[in-house]
């Protein structure tokens, strides 16, 4: 068996100690430090990334509220804008019938004193002529003018009782 | 059968390079230079691998932080936190017998760890240096590893001899387990190989069967690799943490 031939022994341990230490001395000074190098660099990303991807849902999540805030602001300013609006609207509404009705009552007012005044007017003419026609008809009864004064008496004692 | 037909000639160490330093034997022989071999391919793969380190790895780059992973969570997972700074030495061991058990599996390939005195001075190294850690960090307290807590005081005399002959076995168990693994499994190989050409048609069956041995091997080189490095973890958590 080759593997019992102690001549072999010597050498195969000289160059097993001289690689085995070259390679370990290569891993620990060059291999092993790079890739933990890179590992860590990765991890450390990775926790950057998670970091951020946080930081940024935080930060979506403030807008929206944000967003809901506003939303909610212009919802309540919309509501008191069109309270506002109905509000002037009835009071403009209620301050025109009033001017209305202010108008027609002094209409009907100015309509009821002209219908007086004409109904005045009116008797006025009928009292004029009555008077003439009483006067014509007492001259031509009694064959002498009458007293034009006490006619105008008698026709206004006469139409008293039916004016107003 | 001649002499370079054994099923053991592949175990042959030959002088390629005869190099003698005052009386030492340094020659190179084919079982060092796999063992060069080894070295240049495991820096190659790990260290061109990282050449240009990218945040997205490709394939190669994966392969190797894939191997840097393995270990680095075996050695947290059996050592504990403890266990980095020796990180770089357990890595180095798992890488080099790993690729030098798969170099064995290449055709005219050498494997150097089916040689228990390159298996066995591993074993030492790993079994000397986690000694001295131990005692390095417990000073004399290290020698209470070998009375295990709670055992009455009578059972002594019996438990500490087989403690102690249990600890020294380590380096014979954890070497004999390797070469064995690979000298057997090399030689099963060679000989159902040898049956291909002797049963002439019918040496289709032995080929077969040589094809699923081949890939039973290359788990096998696997394995060995990873059980060496496991027990090697194991015996420095006992070294740093005693029981």
Same mark, same amino acid.
């Given at each position: 068996m080759p593997q019992l031939d102690v001549n072999t022994f010597l050498p195969q341990v000289v160059w097993l100690v001289i690689t085995f230490t070259a390679l370990y001395l290569l891993m620990w000074r060059v291999a092993v430090p790079r890739i933990a190098d890179m590992l860590e660099a990765r991890q450390r990303r990775i926790e950057d990334n998670l970091d951020k991807a946080v930081e940024s849902k935080k930060e979506a999540e403030k807008t929206l509220a944000a967003y809901e805030q506003a939303m909610n602001e212009a919802r309540a300013g919309a509501n008191t804008h069109i309270a506002e609006a109905a509000a002037m609207m009835s009071d403009e509404a209620a301050e025109r019938e009033a001017e209305l009705a202010l108008d027609l009552s002094a209409r009907i007012t100015a309509a009821e004193d002209e219908i007086a005044k004409a109904v005045d007017d009116a008797m006025d003419n009928i009292r004029a002529a009555t008077i003439e026609v009483a006067a014509a008809v007492l001259e031509r009864l009694t064959g002498e003018a009458p007293a034009e004064k006490a006619v105008a008496k008698a026709i206004d004692r006469a139409l008293k009782p039916e004016g107003r | 059968m001649a002499a370079d037909q054994s099923p053991l000639a592949q175990f042959e160490i030959k002088r390629w390079v005869p190099i003698e330093i005052g009386d030492v034997d340094v020659s190179l022989t084919n079982s060092s230079a796999f063992m060069v071999l080894t070295v240049v391919a495991v820096s190659v793969f790990l260290i061109l691998g990282m050449r240009r380190p990218a945040m997205v790895p490709g394939r190669w780059q994966s392969m190797v932080e894939l191997s840097y992973v393995f270990i680095a969570s075996l050695v947290k997972d059996t050592v504990g936190t403890e266990g980095r700074t020796y990180f770089p030495f357990i890595f180095t061991v798992f890488m080099f017998v790993l690729v030098g058990n798969l170099f064995g599996m290449v055709p005219y390939g050498f494997t150097f760890t089916s040689h228990i005195i390159v298996t066995f001075t591993m074993a030492m190294v790993v079994f000397l240096g986690v000694t001295a850690i131990a005692l390095k960090k417990h000073? /004399?307290?290290?020698?209470?590893?070998f009375m295990p807590p709670?055992?009455?005081?009578? /059972?002594a005399p019996l438990l500490v001899p087989i403690e102690i002959i249990s600890y020294l076995s380590r380096p014979m168990s954890l070497s004999v387990r390797l070469f064995a693994n690979m000298l057997a499994g090399h030689t099963l190989l060679k000989v159902f190989a040898g049956f291909v050409v002797a049963l002439g048609l019918f040496g289709v069956f032995p080929l077969a069967f040589v094809v699923a041995l081949t890939g039973l091997e290359i788990v096998i080189a696997f394995l060995q690799a990873f059980v060496f490095t496991i027990l090697t973890c194991l015996y420095l958590n006992d070294a740093l943490h005693l029981h």
């Open positions: - | 000073k /004399m307290r290290f020698f209470t590893f709670g055992v009455p005081l009578i /059972m």
